[in-house]
């Protein structure tokens, strides 16, 4: 190639032409091809290329270098930042599991303190502070989305303010932490979509008011998710919930959408809401109370104002009690998760669920770890249909059904997968989840498992197994990570 006779080297492309050249290319490539020569590498970060920045940290020192690097150069300019934090090998020495720290904070015992978790908190708030304090002043970020794995926050549930008080004891990470939150929504003049979930603080009743009435009346989408709030707070009201009149989606604590909210959100002067996402935590329930949730006539409001409002609905350790309390029959849901390490769910809420939303179910997920000697729950308790079989019969947009840690006949899945054949898109159960009637245990004839995938399969129209190996699936090992990345689908997908 040459310019006026001259003979010119790739290093001496003008940048707007290399930066036109890695737009065409795939981050790895970028990064290869940006190693070309010192011009080539200042043009890997120009602000065209980088619209947008999705990360997953594990919560190790050994990140901060590279998430410095990165931040301080797209931090000021980035218009959709991602940011999840997780913790990989959990450590479990000198601590308590989940139960037992609950139990001992029961019986007014503290369990010990782990000097590993002590380390995993204060790097995770180191991490935290680089990202906000590199966002503070873009003023063209458009989407902002923060989620922190809850299994830092809350493996030795109520203790966690014992562990933040020993790496943060005068409060001053946390406070800066929230300032810089607050000077985040100040500073924004184009954000349209706040997503912040299990952050351990970092959202407080007051940082909303940070936000200008312009960008809250543009506002899209909001989420609010922690369940590390002490006592009975709620991150937002409905008054404030007035200011966000171009709402499309929303994610909240169930014991924190009130009434009044959906009276609010049901208002003409609202545009329709399309997507509900709420999360029922039994740690909510203890502290708030469901005195103040929707009735079913202001759903029915909400759902007259909306009338493609969809909803998704988590359920941690929720009794069935609750769940029935809970479940309204105007509620247009479209996907559950129920997630159990102390409580099961009962037949009788299954049965609700298909009754009252069989025309608007796709997603039905049964989680549950209760450790119990006598075997796993069974949901058909001994009746003649099964829950889940009539669950895949009166649901007839049912696409997605997962299921671990509940008793699922072999006769009854072969049932479900001819019900609902190859409109069932996912069909996860779990191996142990699995049992056989002893007639067909007893047929010399007949391999019972070889069977149960020849008919599985025949119903969904294409090879099935069963799950071997749970650790594959996040939907059973990491239920908040999958609730909040269902949710992010869930809600962009309007």
Known sequence: ??????????????????????????????????????????????????????????????????????????????????????????????????????????????????????????????????????????????????????????????????????????????????????????????????????????????????????????????????????????????????????????????????????????????????????LVHSVSIMHKSLDSMPEDENWKALTRNSTNLRVYIMAFDVKSDDMLRILKPSIPLERIHFDSYITCVSGAVVDLISRQYDKFLTHFILMNDVIDMSGFPDLSDNRNEDPLVLLAWRCTRLSLLAVHGYTVWAHNLIAIARLRGSDLKVLEVTEESIDFDQGELADQDVDPVHNLIEQVSLGLGRPWHAVMDIELLSVFTEPTRHFYKEMQSFSEGI
């Not at 190693?35 to 990140?63: D, G």
């Not at 997503?195 to 959202?203: A, E, K, P």
């Not at 543009?218 to 966000?244: C, K, Y």
């Open 1 to 278: 190639m040459s310019v006026c006779g001259e003979a010119v080297g790739a290093g001496s492309l003008p940048s707007e032409l290399v930066v036109h050249i890695f737009s065409f290319l795939a981050g790895p490539d970028r990064l290869r091809a940006s190693a070309a020569c010192s011009h080539w590498r200042e043009c890997l970060f120009y602000p065209a290329l980088w619209p947008r920045l999705r990360l997953s940290l594990r919560v190790s020192p050994a990140e901060r270098p590279r998430l410095e690097f990165l931040m301080r150069k797209c931090g000021w300019f980035v218009r959709e930042l991602r940011v999840q934090f997780a913790a990989d090998n959990y450590p479990s020495g000198g601590g308590a599991v989940a139960g037992e720290g609950a139990a001992a904070a029961g019986d007014g015992e503290a369990p010990p303190l782990c000097p590993r978790w002590l380390d995993l908190l204060r790097t995770y708030l180191e991490l935290v502070l680089c990202v906000l304090s590199s966002v503070r002043n873009n003023r063209n970020l458009q989407k902002l989305s923060l989620f922190g794995d809850i299994s830092i926050l809350q493996q030795h549930g109520s203790i966690s303010n014992t562990y933040l008080g020993k790496v943060d004891p005068d409060g001053k990470k946390i406070k800066q932490i929230q300032q810089l939150f607050e000077e985040i929504l100040g500073n924004s003049r184009q954000l349209k979509w706040l997503s912040c979930g299990f952050m351990l603080q970092i959202v407080t009743p007051t940082s909303l008011s940070s936000l200008s009435n312009p960008i809250a009346n543009t506002m899209e989408h909001l989420s609010l998710l922690d369940n590390h709030i002490p006592g009975n707070t709620t991150l937002i009201t409905a008054v404030e919930l007035e200011r966000f009149v171009n709402l499309r989606s929303l994610a909240l604590d169930f014991c924190d959408f009130t009434a009044e909210m959906a009276r609010v959100l049901a208002d003409s002067n609202h545009v329709p809401l399309h997507r509900l996402s709420l």
